[in-house]
C-alpha cells in the first residue's frame, strides 16, 4: 500500500533560523514527487517537481531534494511570509498523487 | 494565463440532497483532478478524467461521480450527501496523461448541514 509520511507535523522556527521538512514514502510505481504550499482555507500552490534521486531545485529560500526514499524541504533564513502548510505528494500510477498530511510551519519574528 | 477556477466558493446543503461543483482547467490542459480535503485530514484523491474519460478513481463511493466537458471543464457530482461530506473540494488540472505538474484551483468550501 502507497504511503507518504512528513514530519515534523508542524514546526515553529524562529525568523532567520534555517531548517528541514521531510518526505517518507512507499509508492509503487513512482513517477515524481511533488512539493506544494498550502495556505488555510486555499488551494496547494505548487512549488517544485522531482523526478530522480539526486535531483535538487530551489526558490528563493527554499531547495528540494529526493533520494531513492526520501525527500527534504530546506528553509534557509525563513520570514514570517513562509508560515503555510507544505504538503509532499508522490506522483504514483494512474496520476494519482498521494499526500502526506503535511508540515505546518510557523515563523515568528 | 487564468489559473484553475472554480464554483461556487461555498455551497451549503442539508443530508440527502445532491450537490454539483464546477471546474474550469487552466487553458490548454487536457486532465482535470477532484481531491478531497476534509477537516484535519489530508488531500483524498478522488477522481482523474482525462479527454472527457474517467481514467481513475480513489476509495470513494459512487454517489461521487463527475464528467468531463468537450471543452474539459469538469463537475464533480455528490449524491445523497452526508455529514462527513463536508470538506474543501479541490480541482486540479495538467497537460494530459504524461507525469506532470498538476495546478490546484481554490476550492470549494461544501458543508453538509
Known amino acids: 500500500e502507497d504511503q507518504v509520511t512528513q514530519s515534523p507535523e508542524a514546526l515553529r522556527l524562529q525568523e532567520g533560523e534555517s531548517s528541514s521538512l521531510n518526505c517518507s514514502y512507499t509508492v509503487s510505481g513512482l513517477r515524481g514527487l511533488f512539493w506544494y504550499r498550502q495556505d488555510p482555507g486555499k488551494g496547494p500552490e505548487f512549488l517544485f517537481t522531482?523526478?530522480?534521486a539526486g535531483e535538487e531545485k530551489e526558490k528563493e529560500r527554499l531547495k528540494a531534494t529526493l533520494t531513492k526514499k526520501e525527500s527534504f524541504l530546506h528553509i534557509t533564513a525563513p520570514k514570517p511570509e513562509d508560515s503555510a502548510t507544505y504538503l509532499c505528494?508522490?506522483?504514483?500510477?494512474?496520476?494519482?498523487?498521494?499526500f502526506g498530511a503535511g508540515t505546518r510551519l510557523a515563523v515568528h519574528p | 494565463e487564468a489559473g484553475v477556477t472554480q464554483s461556487p466558493t461555498h455551497l451549503i446543503k442539508t443530508r440527502g440532497q445532491q450537490a454539483t461543483l464546477r471546474c474550469s482547467p487552466i487553458s490548454g490542459h487536457t486532465s482535470v483532478y477532484w481531491y478531497q480535503q476534509a477537516l484535519g485530514l489530508g488531500l483524498q484523491f478522488l477522481l482523474w478524467?482525462?479527454?472527457?474519460?474517467?481514467?481513475n478513481r480513489g476509495n470513494f463511493p459512487p454517489r461521487f461521480s463527475g464528467r468531463q466537458f468537450p471543452n474539459y471543464s469538469s463537475e464533480l457530482n455528490v449524491n445523497a450527501l452526508e455529514l462527513e461530506d463536508s470538506a474543501l473540494y479541490l480541482c486540479?488540472?495538467?497537460?494530459?496523461?504524461?507525469?506532470?505538474?498538476?495546478?490546484f484551483g481554490p476550492g470549494t468550501r461544501l458543508t453538509v448541514l
Open positions: 486540479a488540472s495538467s497537460w494530459g496523461d504524461r507525469p506532470d505538474t498538476q495546478y
Open positions: 478524467y482525462d479527454e472527457g474519460e474517467e481514467r
Open positions: 522531482l523526478y530522480s
Open positions: 505528494a508522490p506522483l504514483g500510477g494512474y496520476n494519482k498523487l498521494i
